[in-house]
């Protein structure tokens, strides 16, 4: 009898050992606590998990080096849809809300930047307001810190680009936002960056009727005139098309345009229809152009920017030509104000201007 010899590879060994190896293990495949000297960039389901679960550790129980380190670990995988909608299940700004407290400015700072990433999604922006971030980030910008005023202003400028985001931010600090976003306009200590994040963060708040009422109450509109003033307006070009985007919301709505107009915008707003920015220029006409609806205010205007509107009419941006348009379409309604115009606008441009069946269109 001739025995069979099994010449495969699978094992026959059936013994205990064995068949541990082959079975699953069937144990946790994480340790049930937070291993807080163990921070690493985590992958897989649990990659944001892990470092909300590391940000949420006291202080006693991580230094602030390795809540840097989580911190900005956590901002760099909150670049898709996903880890944000992940992480705000996870209810992330809670936490990191908290961080804003903190005695560290880098921790203020990455704390006020992972804010401004949630603040991208509606979930997002909710989560930031329940935790009462917009509040705590206002402070922020009177921070002894630059980095930390820049980082604030940031994450309220993108609540703000939405309108449940704008709406949360003006009512946030007991409406005390859009006055302290104002004052930080003209803050000596702040860099021009956070100045012009103040000034876009105002702009996308005044683009309602009830956000020019709150700007109105806080006197934006001085606060905005001063800043053209400054040093940063002439060098600067995001400040100043920042600073005259929300002068334009302020100036077309009806009582927001009274108000401008007495405290001399008028003066203000003629400098900028030079400038070599076409926003700039789009801006300031936008403003001139809801200005000058009043009837007091359209000799004013043309004593003041009656040959920079003449010659804006040939500018090779078509929606600056219009405003310019405009602009000399409502102050002709002025015997006055149209005296002045016959002394600089050519046969052409006064054809074109007087010509009813032309209308400028607003922009």
């Known amino acids: 009898?001739?025995?069979?010899?099994?010449?495969?590879?699978?094992?026959?060994?059936?013994?205990?050992?064995?068949?541990k190896e082959r079975l699953p293990d069937l144990s946790d495949p994480f340790p049930s606590g937070v291993v807080s000297d163990e921070i690493a960039l985590a992958y897989g389901r649990r990659h944001v998990c892990k470092l909300i679960d590391v940000v949420s550790l006291p202080s006693s129980d991580l230094p602030e080096n390795e809540l840097h380190r989580a911190l900005r670990y956590l901002l760099s995988i909150l670049t898709n849809q996903e880890s944000k909608a992940e992480a705000v299940s996870l209810n992330t700004a809670a936490p990191v809300a908290a961080l804003l407290k903190r005695d560290d400015p880098e921790t203020r700072r990455l704390a006020c930047e992972t804010l401004a990433a949630l603040a991208h999604s509606l979930d997002g922006r909710k989560s930031a307001n329940d935790?009462?971030?917009?509040?705590?980030?206002?402070?922020?910008?009177?921070?002894?810190?630059?980095?930390?005023?820049?980082?604030?202003?940031?994450?309220?400028?993108a609540m703000a680009k939405h309108s449940d985001g704008a709406a949360y931010v003006m009512s946030a600090a007991e409406g005390g936002v859009v006055a302290a976003l104002a004052a930080a306009a003209n803050d000596d200590e702040s860099s021009h960056v956070a100045k012009t994040l103040a000034c876009e963060t105002l702009a996308l708040c005044t683009l309602t009727d009830d956000g020019v009422l709150v700007a109105l109450r806080g006197g934006t509109a001085v606060h905005l005139m001063r800043a053209l003033e400054r040093e940063e307006a002439r060098t600067h070009t995001a400040f100043r098309a920042a600073v005259a985007r929300c002068l334009k919301n302020v100036c077309q709505h009806e009582t927001g345009k009274i108000q401008a107009f007495e405290k001399d915008v008028v003066v203000s707003l003629a400098p900028l229809l030079r400038s070599r920015d076409a926003d700039v220029r789009l801006q300031a006409t936008g403003a001139l152009m809801g200005v000058t609806t009043e009837n007091d205010a359209k000799l004013?205007?043309?004593?003041?920017?009656?040959?920079?509107?003449?010659?804006?009419?040939?500018?090779?941006?078509?929606?600056?030509?219009?405003?310019?348009?405009?602009?000399l379409q409502n102050c002709c309604e002025s015997p006055a104000a149209k005296k002045l115009a016959l002394e600089v606008l050519s046969a052409r441009d006064l054809a074109l201007v007087l010509n009813p069946q032309v209308v400028g269109v607003s922009y």
């Open 131 to 157: 935790a009462d971030a917009p509040s705590a980030c206002t402070a922020l910008l009177k921070d002894d810190d630059g980095a930390v005023r820049v980082a604030a202003a940031g994450f309220l400028a």
């Open 300 to 327: 004013a205007v043309m004593k003041a920017a009656r040959n920079d509107l003449s010659a804006l009419l040939r500018d090779p941006t078509a929606a600056v030509a219009e405003n310019a348009l405009a602009i």
């Open 1 to 19: 009898m001739v025995k069979h010899v099994n010449n495969n590879h699978a094992t026959r060994a059936y013994s205990g050992e064995a068949l």
